[in-house]
């Protein structure tokens, strides 16, 4: 009896630990659970050749492990996988999820399939030589562009046929140990330098009506949908009947809505193929577009804010959309990905001296699922990398985050010279919050270029609170009773151990400022522990 209840225990034991990623709604919020527990991706994207050979990344895996990292972003290349027609090869992923295993990471795979950045660059060379199987866009004169189409049944079953051999594949290698833990679809799609598409199979598309699919989503959310493209529908009289230039009207703005719609409603087929196969969570990126450019001017037709309405109505398996960052505003589109309640990942951003704070914002401020600069090998000394130190942070910190994600608990801040302070409240406090170079004796307070500042605050009891961050200096006020002043009780620098708190330093005196404020210097990377208590006059 009791040795049936122990293989019971067993089989239970195996049985949670074989559960695949999966994505729950936590609050205001989304998670990733990877075996169970909920996970933040601390990740940095390979850049596009590094992982071609095993041998190539040797170097590597000391730089991801010496920032922290617990996620590598890795790109899958059709043209490697499937060098000819029928004839499959993961060698190459098998050793690297083997080595990402060895070095305690976890892998999202970027499936680099019809297109990588608009271009179909990463396609076989026989799907290159064969355009008369696999068609490519045509612009408005006729000529054929590096680009395959999204309106040939025969690119979509090549495509497909390959993905469900890559997800067959993570199936049978990694379900038991649940190693990579998402899939990227196909990378940046849209397209250049043409709106649409206007060869055969994409003219008559045009000329046909919308889509139900598209005009239920319509009828449906009106009233809700993103303002810049319900505005396009309100113009044209919110017609439910017609082809696309009747229902948005006769304008680059339709094209791309257009091609939004037969780019959604491919990958989604290609998605809805792979999770049959193995189900684990799938999404797809966009590059963003720039100020004043028109459709044609920029990747046109992508996962942008302004077409997410598009996507989503085309794109129901596909589980969230995500921005790329080669753009310096960082709240401005976040905040457009995450109106109307999505859950926000960064799976690619410049690799610059911003991403430190931005990673932590991202997680703080939008209770977001993770962060991933691009090229994450590239630099020499990666022990001294701002990002590894925020990640060591952020890692120690994953129990207390993940529990408090969108309970309204929890708040970050970003600051720079051209906005040095931000208020905010959590409880019955108010945050005064200002970067560390507005204290006048800083070092480098006057300098023309401020390094950003930035911080997680997290709420733990009525007057308790966790502050992890760089370069802030923050003071208290009571939002309930104005009138009460708000001291500093206590403040302990120090970590986690084992989900333990520990006191590595009490902090008073001139690391208060004599109790005046609280503060984590430029270029010191701490969690503080603060306790506060209010006073009369």
Known sequence: ???????????????????????????????????????????????????????????????????????????????????????????????????????????????????????????????????????RVKSEEGKSQEILSSFSSEVLKADQNAFEKLMGFIRDFDSKENTVIMVQVENEIGMLPSARDHQALAEKAFKEDVPPALLNYLKKNKGKLVPEFEEIWKINGYKTKGNWEAIFGKSLATDEIFMAYYYSLFTNKITEAGKKIYNLPMFVNAALNRAGRKPGEYPSAGPLPHLMDVWKAAGTAIDFLSPDFYNPDLKHWCDLYTRQGDVLFVPEHAFDATVAAKALYTIGHYQGMGFSPFSIESKEKPEEEALGKVYDLLDNLQNLITENQGNGKMEAVMLSKSEPETVLEIGKYKFVCKNDYTLSWTPGAKTEVWPLGAAIIIQTAEDEFYVAGTGVVITFKNVENPDFNVGILKVDEG???????????????????????????????????????NYTD
Do not use: C
């Open 495 to 533: 970590r986690f151990y084992d989900k333990k708190w520990k006191t590595l330093r009490h902090l008073n005196g001139d690391q208060t400022h004599q109790g005046r404020h609280i503060n984590i210097g430029t270029n010191q990377y701490a969690i503080q522990k603060v306790k506060l208590y």
């Open 1 to 135: 009896m009791r040795f049936s209840f122990m293989l019971v225990l067993l089989l239970v034991a195996s049985l949670l630990h074989a559960q695949i990623p999966y994505l729950q709604k936590h609050g205001t919020t989304t998670q990733l659970m990877v075996d169970n527990q909920p996970f933040l991706i601390l990740g940095g994207e390979l850049g596009n050749s590094t992982a071609t050979s095993i041998e190539n990344m040797e170097a590597v895996w000391p730089k991801l492990k010496a920032m922290h990292l617990n996620t590598v972003l890795v790109p899958v290349y059709w043209e490697l996988i499937e060098p000819q027609e029928g004839v499959f090869d993961f060698n190459l992923y098998k050793d690297l999820i083997v080595e990402a295993r060895k070095n305690d990471l976890k892998i999202v795979f970027l499936w680099f399939g019809s297109w990588k950045n608009s271009m179909s660059s990463h396609a076989p060379a026989w799907v290159k030589l064969n355009q008369l199987k696999y068609p």
